[in-house]
């Protein structure tokens, strides 16, 4: 699927959200004691290297609490930051500075967390082996970390469940694999076939379809599959994939490997707001 793209309505929208989850339903008390003609400078600084995302969503966070706040970026969405970098300035009332913070560095570390995890397995690739990531996603946020594995220089698998034919192998364990793929066949959805062996491969090598994902196969069968495979289809590979055996796998010739890790979890990036 394309690249994601927040729309100003979606960011609107979940940040109204996340606002109304933190805010729900007496306000933020702690920093109704401050008076309310308080103004104050603020910096949103990074403690450790990666990658920024999601300053979208903190800027529209702190301009709901409070359209006056000044928020001023320091760093470009999708670029690197370092440890001890100033990420955004922010000036206004300080009562509405402190009820938006949480919720805005909430998005930028966790969409950070998703790009810089996303940087790293792309660099240990290179150009010829796209990095991708899955479903398995935090529900009613997929969109945003989806997002996040675009700004690391990563790509989308399907999007939902209507996106494509992934036939895995609880649908072949109900089932003809074959039978399964010529079904698939009579629609015009893109078809990928999940195989756990080289037999079942070859069950189906002829049927003309797109995609052959070799889940958590062996780097000397994987091999061999990407040899069997040759241009007929784009290869794919999954299961315990990490930054250890990432280049090895790449180094099969491999199309496409898909990473669950990129999203269910990732280590968010540790950012603060400082006064």
Do not use: W
């Not at 479903?135 to 009613?140: E, L, Q």
């Not at 069997?228 to 299961?239: F, H, P, R």
């Amino acid at each position: 699927m394309s690249k994601i793209k927040l729309s100003k309505k979606y960011i609107y929208k979940i940040c109204k959200e996340a606002l109304k989850e933190d805010l729900h339903p007496y306000g933020d008390i702690t920093s109704k004691l401050l008076n309310n003609k308080d103004k104050i400078k603020a910096k949103i600084i990074s403690n450790s290297d990666g990658i920024i995302g999601g300053l979208d969503l903190a800027k529209q966070t702190f301009k709901i609490v409070d359209k006056k706040i000044l928020f001023k970026t320091k760093k470009k969405e999708g670029s690197k930051i370092k440890n001890k970098q100033i990420i955004v300035e922010i000036k206004g009332n300080a009562k509405n500075i402190l009820t938006a913070e949480r919720v805005a560095l909430n998005f930028l570390s966790h969409v950070s967390g998703i790009a810089t995890q996303t940087y790293k397995f792309v660099k240990k690739v290179g150009k010829n082996t796209k990095i991708c990531c899955t479903r398995k996603t935090i529900p009613g946020l997929r969109i945003i970390q989806k997002y996040g594995v675009n700004l690391g220089g990563g790509h989308n698998h399907r999007f939902n469940l209507s996106d494509e034919y992934l036939i895995k192998d609880n649908h072949i364990a109900n089932s003809n694999l074959r039978n399964l793929v010529i079904k698939a066949k009579k629609n015009s959805k893109k078809i990928t076939v999940e195989i756990d062996n080289l037999s079942q491969l070859k069950k189906i090598i002829d049927l003309k379809f797109n995609t052959v994902l070799f889940d958590n196969m062996s780097i000397k069968n994987l091999k061999k599959g990407v040899r069997l495979v040759g241009n007929k289809y784009e290869t794919e590979a999954s299961g315990n994939v990490n930054l250890k055996n990432i280049r090895k796998i790449a180094s099969t010739g491999i199309n496409r490997i898909s990473i669950g890790r990129l999203t269910h979890s990732v280590s968010a990036i540790d950012l603060k707001l400082e006064i």
